[in-house]
């Protein structure tokens, strides 16, 4: 099952606003979303919100405390989502919703966490719930999502016939986007020698080809169309997947992108020629590739030559990430790509693309969502 919404631009992202990533941020995480949400308000040009929607994994900043931080005497609609980069794109769909319906005209969308000197994924200990099949798969190493993907991305490689030469482009190429960008944790070049080099935490799966571990906060401000004539419109907006844990599919490799791409493209009334520029959910250097192929931006037996030519540049056929994604710039389980892509579409954004409808992804494995973004 896939729930799939097309808004054809009655909601628009009005309002971004993030604080610069850093590995010790010193302060709290509400704190932290604060800023970003006052960041994201005030380019919205709004005092406060009616309706408040985050998303987080236990280590995020509840709606109340960052409320008190804002200031705010009293809170409209509120809701936290339970969830990672599966949440990025689907929570503009939540937001949108909001507005269409009438419940709010403006909706604050945040996601925060010191990811870095605060809570880090492989550090789970024994749990009862929520995580417990953790437990059945850490004895065998799988000490977090890297070793998930690590295996995935092992047969994706080997089906495709993709090379480190390929993993490495994708890598360079971000480094090579975020060194214009002032925000990117990481904005040294990595030659190819370089990357060889980098550690392996699980093969085939490098250092560098893993997203920063960062302390960020990241916020958006999604209100109606007619509110904000000159913002980004938030056009279409899928959610789905399969609902196994990776270990238990049949297939690794098929992610989320298997499953949402025709839908989105059907709920929006495009296809894939329609996509100027993809903002994909790059936590593992193979995931774009596997993306691009999806959404059907690149087929498969013309993907090595693709990212060998650097087609994923930002003055390239299909830019990707042009201010160096999660794996430069910083890791806010991908709300910053969606920020990269309004700021992109209002031509504002970092190696400017010019384009005018965005592709946004984010997941969790198996499932997650995508977005298409419109310049107004």
Do not use: K
Request: with cysteine; net charge negative; glycine share 12%.
């Amino acid at each position: 099952m896939t729930g799939r919404q097309g808004f054809s631009g009655r909601a628009a992202v009005a309002g971004v606003g993030m604080t610069t990533p850093t590995r010790a941020s010193g302060v709290t995480v509400p704190v932290l979303a604060a800023r970003a949400c006052r960041a994201a308000l005030d380019d919205a040009g709004l005092d406060r919100p009616d309706a408040i929607l985050t998303y987080h994994l236990g280590d995020g900043a509840p709606v109340p405390y960052v409320a008190r931080e804002l200031g705010l005497d009293d809170l409209g609609w509120h809701n936290e989502i339970s969830g990672g980069g599966s949440q990025c794109a689907s929570i503009l769909g939540d937001a949108a919703m909001l507005v269409d319906a009438g419940i709010a005209r403006s909706v604050l969308v945040y996601r925060a966490l010191n990811g870095r000197s605060g809570h880090r994924v492989t550090t789970t200990g024994l749990r009862l719930g929520e995580g417990t099949e953790e437990e059945f798969t850490r004895p065998y190493g799988l000490a977090g999502p890297v070793h998930q993907f690590a295996l995935a991305a092992q047969r994706y490689l080997h089906d495709t016939l993709l090379t480190e030469e390929h993993t490495h482009a994708v890598v360079a190429q971000s480094r090579e986007h975020a060194a214009a960008n002032p925000r990117a944790l990481r904005r040294d070049p990595l030659l190819l020698e370089d990357y060889r080099a980098e550690p392996m935490v699980a093969s085939p799966v490098r250092r560098a080809d893993c997203c920063q571990e960062t302390d960020a906060a990241c916020a958006l401000v999604v209100t109606r169309a007619q509110d904000a004539p000159d913002a980004p419109r938030v056009h279409a907006v899928v959610r789905g997947g399969a609902p196994n844990r990776m270990d238990r599919t049949d297939d690794v490799t098929r992610v989320f992108s298997a499953h949402v791409a025709a839908p989105l493209y059907a709920a929006a009334g495009m296809r894939p020629a329609d996509v100027r520029l993809a903002l994909l959910y790059d936590a593992y250097s193979w995931l774009v590739p596997r993306q691009l192929e999806d959404f059907g931006l690149v087929e498969r037996p013309d993907l090595g030559g693709f990212l060998l030519a650097r087609g994923h540049a930002a003055a390239g056929e299909v830019p990707v990430n042009p201010h160096g994604g999660l794996l430069s710039e910083g890791y806010v389980h991908g709300l910053n790509n969606v920020a990269e892509a309004v700021r992109q579409l209002r031509g504002a954004g970092t190696n400017p693309t010019g384009a005018d409808v965005a592709l946004c992804t984010g997941f969790g494995g198996g499932h997650g969502a995508a977005a298409l973004l419109t310049a107004p």
